[in-house]
Structures are given as structure tokens and as C-alpha cells.
């Protein structure tokens, strides 16, 4: 049977039709063949997974699959978002001189515009660029875009004064023979694209904040300004957004972990190194406890390993050069010995497994840590507890036979979704995390990666769970399934992980065997897992989710027993220690205060429960109790209060008051998870 080779371009459509052509179309031609409804809405097209312009041409004998973007389609937001990058560019070559440009790419949430300016900008300049975007908008003149051989778009950023974008083609686009401008107006910039038709698609917009930035991300270079902003097609989506953020700012855990005593960085310390402090130390306790007590359960093995290792060890393992970037620089000793700070745990359990010969009888070899690593992130990236330089995994690493490794994985899988159910983070997305074939970072053959692939997809399936598989985000040694959690106001946050790995137990690695049935060697697999993933970035997303306000089984004082009067103290301090006795965290406020001040300050500082003490209650041997949710509960006798707090903390149950504020005292709606 013969092939019939295509003469023209051949568009095929979602529902499966086709449109042929007998010259070269772009796009836009194509959405208005199609009909004058889509030509209107149309803002780009997606070509065989590829996000491109209506002004991209299809050309000589293509076959490819076209999907046109609409308001109504999430990706057509990033490209509005571009776009509004460069009218924000635009609008402040328009008010400031001589200004010189960077990067200006989408972020989550937005974008942003990296200038070198004579003069700083300030959020006093906001209104004034933000007037001009919008008489940009208003013009609705068309993105044009214009392609160029390399030396041609060098002489045009030449002209235009623009250095950065000379030094980009001249290294960051070496390999190119063409580059790509879009021209707005007067306004020229060199760019990939794409872009929306015109600027009239930008229904609302706003510019967020200032920060510094280093050209290319090296602080050996120019220190330039980078402005951020966002846009949406309504001012609906944006008002929403924008009370998200506020919203953030006022959950911030930076701010509230200050407020409540339960971390601090100190600079004489180092940035990025976290110091716990004691109401902290309780919560992060009471999590370890909880994972603890979930492995040993679950048949893992504790062990504890070094913060430091040879450089040998990271070596083998691939870590290092692969990650070198991202290590703290090697410690040097006599006779030219390197260490290295810890920076990822695998490599010690393995040596713990190869401390002596393995039988098939002893797999799965369960070994769980909570290990401290050191990564030497960029100090402009850091923040607070979600972004550190010294972390600790709730880590562990199994090793098993390959027929035991669908079983070991799913119970993994399991495991971090009752950890983040049982914390009431129950609204996540899975994502499977594949390597991309034509990067060459990922280490091993590609056979072991296309089975240890297939092996995680059989595991979603099985869980119910569906996830896409995005390449290029494995780990260098294996796929990985992570689980992004979305908090209460509808952020997302990678927070566990499980991975799996044919790699490092490999011959050209760590050579790992162990004795099977047949008397003769094998080769294990290893499966990397983290429910937690970071303490320090879980407890900064949990004061973050909760507000500061955890429930009853993490709170650093679980109950605060109030004294209406002074007289009524010995009988309060009684009650004090029978909660204590009980296993409970309590303490009592025996100030000379009135009792409305210290409902007031227990309410600010999140004590979930209140146990005030009058006249009655010494009489009828009682507490009033008061919720921090639902407030007055009424008197109870102190066992059965003490049988309340207990039965809840044992249920780990999770309750929370979404408020509009952090200020503390406000009802709001219950929610039960």
C-alpha cells in the first residue's frame, strides 16, 4: 500500500476535521475560515502541544493538529500575560529615559520586567505607568511579529541601546541563525512570543510590587529592578486576585511566625537557617511523632546518619557535579580530604544497607530518617521557613525486588495521602514527574527509565488517581510522583514526594545486590519517599493554610486556664495540673487582669480552648469552657473537659474558622475537614 505524500498545509481540528490548504496560511486565516465567532475570540492556538501566535504560518506539505485558545482556555492566560509585559515595558520607556531591558517572562500569578534604569523606580511611579499601559491598551495597536538573521538583530539592538538583549544573541541565542522581534507601535522588543492579536484582550490589570534582581541570575552582574505585575480578561478575576493576595499577606508566615513565638532567623546565624523556638519545636514535634508513629506501623526501620560526608560519597551517588550548583562548597581538610554538607540522604542509607550482605528474606528494607540537608540556595531566593538553605525530610528509602515494587510504591502513595488528609490538606493534584529524553542530565539507560515509568503509571491507575506525566521533571536518577496541595485560599504547594530509582543501585553507581531464592546476586530497587518533604516548607505552609491557629493535636498550648479574680487561683492552678497530668498543654493566667482582656489575648495567640474559673466553678468543681471557634460551651466538671480535649486530640480532628483577618476573636465559618 502506497503513502500519500501531502502537497499543502493540512490542519486537523479537535473534533477530528480537516482543512487543507493550497498556499501558505497563518493562523489567523485558518480561525476565520473556520467562522467569524472564532475569529473574534481566538487569542492564539496550541500546535501539537506547542503554544504559538494566530500570526504563526503554516507552511508546504504540515500535517499538524490545532487547537485555538480562547478567553475560556487556562493557557490562553499566559499569553495575555506576556503581552502585558511588554506593554508594561513599554509604558516605562515611555516615562523614564534611557532605560534598558532584560527578561521579562509569566510567572505563577502574573509576570514581571527586569530594567536597568538611570533612575529607580518607586511605587510612587505606579500610577503614572499604569495610566500610560492603559492608553497602550486603548490604542489596541497589533503585536507584529518579526523574524531576522542573527547578525541583522544584533545591528537593530544595537540601534535601539539595548546591551542586554546584544549580549542574549550573542550568547544566550548562539545556536540560532534567526531570531524573533515583536513590534508594538514604536515599541521593539526581542522575543519568542507569542502574544495575544492586540492589547484590547487585556480586560484588567495591575502592577504588584518592586524587587532587585541580577542580570541572568549572577550576582557578580549588573543589579537590575524588577517590576511585577499581573492582568486577567476581567476585573472580576482580578478584584478576586487580588483579595487572594491580601489574604496572603495577612497569612504570611513569616509575620505570624514572628507574632506567635514560633521561628526566627537571625543573621548572625545565616540566612536561611531556621531556629525553632519552643512553640515550634512543639508543633514540629508533635509531626514527628505523628510520622514516627505511621512508620513503625508500616514496618520501617529508624536510623540516623552524618551532616556531613566525603565528597567520594556524593560522587558515586551523581549528586555531585549534577547538583554542584546547588551545594555548599566542599570542607576542605589535611592531605586534601573533602567533605561535603549533607545534601541529600540517599547516599547514606545506601551505605547502611551495604554495611553487610542482604538476603531476599530481609526485603523490603524499610529505613526511615529525619535527616538535615543543606542546599546553598541563591540568597535573593530565599523566604522564611518555604525557602532555606538547612531543611530536615521526613525520609526514607526502601529497597525491594522488582516484583515487590508496585506494592512498596502504592503503599507509599498511600501513606502520604492519609499524612496529608489526617492534616486536613485534603484538595491536591498528583503529578507524575518523567524525564525529558533529549536533556542529558537524567543518569542509567533508557530502558530501566521507560520501565520504572510504566511501573508508576500502573500505581496511579490502580489508586484511582489521575495524573498527567510532565517531562523534564524527574529527578536526575529516577520518576517521581509529587503531590501538589492547594491551601485554603487556593495556592498550590509541592509538598510530598515519592520517587522511584533504578539508578543508584546500578553497577555504574552504587553496585547494590542482594542474595536471591536462586542462591546467586541481584540488583534491588530503591524508592525515595518524603510524605512531609520539608519540615521547615511544611510548617511554613501549614501557618500559612491554618493562619496560625492549629488544631487542637498541634497547638503549642492546647488550652489556657483564665482566673475571673485572683481569689479563685489555687483552686485554677488544681485544675491546671489535672489537664497537665493528663498529657494536655496547658498553662494558667492568673494576672490581675479582667477576664474580657486575657479571652482577648488567649483568642489573639490561637489557644484553641479557654477554661475560666469564677466563684461557680470552685463550688460546683467545674470549668467553663470556651472554644476558640465556637466560643462559650458552657460549665463541665473538669474530667469530663479533660476527656473533651483528649478524645479531640486523639482524632487529630481538624477544625478551622476562615476569617478576613488575622486579628484573632473574629467568628467565622466552621469548616470540618
Given at each position: 500500500?502506497?503513502?500519500?505524500?501531502?502537497?499543502?498545509?493540512?490542519?486537523?481540528?479537535?473534533?477530528?476535521?480537516?482543512?487543507?490548504?493550497?498556499?501558505?496560511?497563518?493562523l489567523a486565516q485558518v480561525a476565520a475560515d473556520i467562522g467569524p465567532g472564532l475569529a473574534r475570540a481566538a487569542l492564539a492556538a496550541v500546535i501539537d502541544d506547542q503554544i504559538v501566535g494566530l500570526d504563526y504560518v503554516l507552511t508546504g506539505d504540515t500535517e499538524v493538529r490545532v487547537r485555538f485558545l480562547t478567553k475560556k482556555d487556562p493557557e490562553a492566560l499566559s499569553v495575555l500575560r506576556h503581552s502585558c509585559a511588554h506593554v508594561m515595558a513599554r509604558a516605562v520607556m515611555r516615562l523614564k529615559p534611557n532605560v534598558r531591558l532584560a527578561f521579562g517572562p509569566t510567572v505563577e500569578g502574573g509576570f514581571y520586567y527586569d530594567f536597568d534604569l538611570d533612575e529607580p523606580l518607586t511605587e510612587d511611579d505606579f500610577p503614572a505607568i499604569e495610566a500610560e499601559m492603559k492608553r497602550i491598551i486603548q490604542a489596541a495597536e497589533p503585536f507584529e511579529r518579526i523574524e531576522e538573521p542573527r547578525e541583522k538583530a544584533l545591528e537593530i539592538c544595537k540601534s535601539l541601546c539595548q546591551p542586554y538583549k546584544v549580549e542574549h544573541i550573542g550568547e544566550g541565542l548562539a545556536e540560532h541563525e534567526t531570531v524573533s522581534f515583536y513590534r508594538q507601535g514604536e515599541f521593539i522588543d526581542l522575543c519568542r512570543g507569542p502574544h495575544v492579536p492586540t492589547p484590547k484582550a487585556i480586560g484588567a490589570f495591575k502592577l504588584l510590587s518592586i524587587a532587585g534582581a541580577y542580570w541572568k541570575g549572577d550576582q557578580s552582574r549588573e543589579q537590575l529592578q524588577r517590576l511585577y505585575g499581573t492582568a486577567f480578561f476581567?476585573?472580576?478575576?482580578?478584584?478576586?486576585?487580588?483579595?487572594?493576595?491580601?489574604?496572603?499577606?495577612?497569612?504570611?508566615?513569616?509575620?505570624?511566625?514572628k507574632k506567635l513565638e514560633l521561628f526566627t532567623i537571625n543573621p548572625l546565624v545565616g540566612s536561611g537557617l531556621i531556629l525553632?523556638?519552643?512553640?515550634?519545636?512543639?508543633?514540629?514535634?508533635?509531626?514527628?511523632?505523628?510520622?514516627?508513629?505511621?512508620l513503625e506501623d508500616r514496618g520501617y526501620l529508624p536510623v540516623y546518619t552524618p551532616h556531613i560526608g566525603r565528597i567520594e560519597l556524593y560522587q558515586t551517588s551523581g549528586h555531585y557535579p549534577y547538583y554542584k550548583e546547588s551545594m555548599f562548597s566542599p570542607i576542605v581538610l589535611e592531605e586534601d580530604e573533602q567533605y561535603l554538607l549533607k545534601p541529600m540522604n540517599c547516599p547514606h542509607h545506601i551505605m547502611i544497607y551495604q554495611s553487610r550482605p542482604r538476603s531476599y528474606r530481609e526485603l523490603p528494607l524499610r529505613l526511615a530518617e529525619f535527616g538535615t540537608v543543606y542546599r546553598y540556595e541563591q540568597s535573593g531566593e530565599l523566604s522564611g521557613m518555604t525557602r532555606?538553605?538547612?531543611?530536615t525530610q521526613d525520609d526514607a528509602h526502601i529497597f525491594c525486588t522488582d516484583e515487590q515494587v508496585e506494592e512498596e510504591f502504592l503503599s507509599c502513595l498511600n501513606m502520604t495521602q492519609f499524612v496529608l488528609e489526617t492534616l486536613g490538606l485534603t484538595n491536591y493534584r498528583v503529578r507524575l514527574g518523567f524525564h525529558d529524553p533529549s536533556s542529558d542530565k537524567y543518569v542509567g539507560d533508557k530502558g530501566a527509565w521507560r520501565e520504572a515509568e510504566a511501573a508508576l503509571v500502573r500505581v496511579c491507575k490502580k489508586l484511582g488517581l489521575e495524573a498527567e506525566p510532565e517531562e523534564g521533571e524527574a529527578a536526575f536518577y529516577g520518576p517521581k510522583v509529587d503531590f501538589v496541595v492547594t491551601d485554603c485560599i487556593g495556592r498550590e504547594w509541592q509538598l510530598g514526594t515519592v520517587q522511584l530509582d533504578y539508578n543508584l543501585p546500578?553497577?555504574?553507581r552504587f553496585d547494590l545486590e542482594y542474595i536471591g531464592s536462586d542462591n546467586r546476586p541481584h540488583r534491588p530497587v530503591m524508592i525515595h519517599r518524603a510524605p512531609l518533604g520539608s519540615l521547615e516548607r511544611f510548617m511554613g505552609v501549614l501557618i500559612e493554610h491554618f493562619a496560625g491557629a492549629f488544631p487542637l493535636w498541634l497547638a503549642p498550648e492546647q488550652a489556657r486556664v483564665l482566673v475571673v479574680s485572683q481569689k479563685f487561683e489555687e483552686?485554677?492552678?488544681?485544675?491546671?495540673?489535672?489537664?497537665?497530668?493528663?498529657?494536655?498543654?496547658?498553662?494558667?493566667?492568673y494576672r490581675s487582669e479582667k477576664i474580657g482582656a486575657k479571652i482577648r489575648d488567649a483568642q489573639m495567640e490561637y489557644v484553641p480552648y479557654m477554661l475560666v474559673v469564677g466563684g461557680r466553678e470552685v463550688e460546683q468543681g467545674t470549668v467553663a469552657v470556651r472554644d476558640?471557634?465556637?466560643?462559650?460551651?458552657?460549665?463541665?466538671?473538669?474530667?469530663?473537659?479533660?476527656?473533651?480535649?483528649?478524645?479531640?486530640?486523639?482524632?487529630?480532628t481538624v477544625r478551622q474558622t476562615f476569617t478576613s483577618s488575622v486579628g484573632l476573636g473574629d467568628r467565622g465559618t466552621r469548616?470540618?475537614?
Open positions: 500500500m502506497t503513502r500519500t505524500i501531502a502537497t499543502m498545509p493540512t490542519v486537523i481540528l479537535p473534533d477530528g476535521s480537516r482543512k487543507s490548504y493550497d498556499h501558505d496560511v497563518p476581567t476585573q472580576k478575576e482580578l478584584d478576586a486576585y487580588l483579595e487572594q493576595l491580601e489574604e496572603a499577606k495577612r497569612r504570611d508566615h513569616r509575620v505570624l511566625g525553632w523556638l519552643p512553640k515550634g519545636s512543639v508543633v514540629r514535634g508533635e509531626l514527628e511523632k505523628f510520622i514516627r508513629g505511621e532555606v538553605r538547612g531543611f546500578s553497577e555504574r483552686y485554677a492552678r488544681q485544675v491546671e495540673r489535672q489537664f497537665k497530668q493528663a498529657g494536655l498543654r496547658v498553662r494558667g493566667d476558640r471557634i465556637e466560643g462559650d460551651l458552657g460549665a463541665m466538671p473538669v474530667q469530663d473537659a479533660i476527656v473533651k480535649l483528649q478524645e479531640e486530640t486523639r482524632a487529630r469548616n470540618a475537614y
